[in-house]
């Protein structure tokens, strides 16, 4: 009489049996065909018009100001952090543009590691919140901070990484190249203090390697204390508001002139964006031309623009890769004065010789005031390292 097999008989026997099995274990399903496309909020809209739809994210007081700066010239995707709420309660932008970073003990008090820890901390709700601000409408985020305090300058490589993550989520080509950054130096009284001093120059100095190396696009500089010689005599309540006042409206009127058609030359988007996206520092600049009858005036104007220009100095210009002028007068002048054509040309001619291999694009238009003015802007230019040495010494 045979005896019933036991279970691990059974187990052997199920082991040792031929199975057909199918060409695929997991066959494929009509399911699998069918993709959900990623769905991005349509975020605020700006209220200017320019040649690049600009994003901004400022961090610590200084930054929060610059984003209230660009807010009213109408550049509503914007948000401003912070590691405390009450500086973000003197922010007069509406409230769904401002977020807590909060780490208690009321800020980062000057300590760069307690930024960091910020922009770390809170990476995964500022994607969150700047996706319901920018929305997938967005051609080019701008970081900006004040290098020497401890919330803008800690966080500011943080929410660069972030900004090129949001980037690469909304599918904008070269992410790097995508995300620039804004940075003030502080006057010399606020660098008096070694510690504001050493936190600017340490994030003053891993951002310019960044931007020479093309892993951010652009690094503007602005030199807080060049700006308060050009307005002195300022009350305390005047000085704040003038000095971002004077950087936000040299930034927008880039991005304004460049989008406006020209029966002359156009200074066009395409144009514009290869300086905006050449990596390195860009500067910018702009004189009002007095005597404009002498063939020389226009020339001077823009040698005057990159000496007097609101950002830091000790550029070496010739090693600089794209630049542009352009050019602004008004109807009755472009239409009477004669040889105003050759001093124009004579202005471009000279930009070209002092950025040496640049290639420089030209921007000539009219309007409907009686003045001439010039605008220059150059890019991909190497870190100015003496300025920066000034602040460790």
Not at 23 to 36: D, G
Not at 237 to 244: D, H, S, V
Not at 258 to 269: G, H, I, K, N, V
Request: hydrophobic share 35%; aromatic share 8%; proline share 4%.
């Amino acid at each position: 009489m045979g005896r019933t097999a036991t279970k691990s008989q059974k187990r052997a026997n199920r082991k040792s049996s031929t199975v057909d099995l199918p060409e695929s274990i997991s066959p494929s399903l009509e399911l699998e065909r069918a993709s959900a496309a990623c769905k991005v909020s349509r975020g605020v809209e700006n209220r200017c018009a320019g040649s690049i739809n600009f994003a901004w994210l400022g961090s610590g007081q200084c930054g929060g100001r610059l984003v209230k700066t660009f807010y009213d010239l109408g550049y509503h995707k914007a948000m401003a952090l912070n590691t405390t709420q009450r500086d973000l309660d003197h922010l007069s932008v509406p409230k769904k543009h401002k977020f807590l970073m909060d780490i208690g003990s009321e800020g980062a008090g000057k300590d760069m590691n307690r930024g960091r820890e910020a922009a770390s901390l809170y990476n995964q709700q500022i994607l969150h919140e700047i996706e319901q601000i920018f929305g997938g409408d967005v051609d080019h985020i701008m970081v900006c901070f004040g290098a020497g305090g401890g919330t803008g300058s800690g966080s500011a490589t943080g929410l660069i990484e972030i900004a090129q993550q949001y980037a690469r989520y909304i599918g904008l080509r070269n992410p790097c190249r995508s995300v620039g950054a804004l940075m003030t130096l502080p006057t010399n009284g606020e660098a008096g203090s070694p510690r504001v001093a050493e936190n600017a120059y340490t994030i003053a100095s891993e951002l310019a390697v960044l931007a020479w190396q093309n892993k951010i696009s652009p690094l503007l500089i602005v030199d807080n204390d060049k700006i308060s010689k050009l307005h002195p005599n300022l009350t305390v309540k005047q000085f704040w508001p003038t000095i971002n006042r004077t950087v936000g409206e040299l930034f927008d009127i880039f991005n304004r002139l460049t989008y406006l058609p020209s029966e002359y030359t156009a200074f066009d988007p395409t144009d514009y964006y290869s300086i905006i996206s050449a990596g390195g520092c860009t500067i910018m600049g702009v004189t009002c031309v007095r005597d404009f009858k002498n063939k020389f005036a226009i020339s001077r104007a823009i040698k005057e623009n990159l000496q007097d220009t609101l950002l830091t100095s000790d550029f070496d210009l010739s090693r600089a890769k794209v630049a542009g002028s352009i050019i602004v007068g008004g109807k009755k002048m472009m239409g009477t004065i004669p040889g105003l054509q050759d001093a124009i040309n004579y202005g471009f001619d000279v930009l070209a010789d002092i950025t040496g291999q640049a290639t420089v694009h030209r921007g000539i238009y009219e309007d409907k005031r009686e003045a001439l003015r010039v605008y220059t802007i150059i890019g991909g230019l190497p870190a100015p390292s003496a300025r920066l040495e000034q602040l460790r010494s």
